[in-house]
């Protein structure tokens, strides 16, 4: 229902370990899958010894889903607001 995907050397290998997408099928999103996946990828990035993930937040929508999470969670993402250029993507 819905993935994200991970980054472990960042894109185009910057080092920085990134969240590089988010997707949620269109027939199932605003039942929390998103939210869920999102939490999965970072506790699993943590898992794997990244102490800060970067994330490019390209939409009003995901700025609010990323909002939503807890302050741990918040707290070892390095949120790269981006969706001021338009939310091409929604």
Do not use: N, W
């Not at 819905?2 to 269109?26: D, K, N, Q």
């Not at 807890?70 to 001021?84: G, K, N, P, T």
Request: with cysteine; proline share 4%; net charge positive.
């Amino acid at each position: 229902m819905a993935l994200a995907t991970i980054a472990p050397e960042g894109e185009m290998t910057s080092g920085e370990p990134t969240i590089v997408g988010l997707y949620t099928v269109r027939s199932c999103r605003y039942r929390g899958y998103g939210k869920i996946v999102l939490e999965a990828a970072i506790r699993r990035s943590l898992e794997r010894g990244f102490p800060k993930i970067r994330i490019d937040v390209l939409t009003p929508k995901a700025m609010k889903l990323v909002q939503s999470l807890s302050e741990e969670l918040l707290s070892v993402l390095a949120v790269h607001d981006q969706s001021m250029f338009g939310g091409f993507l929604e």
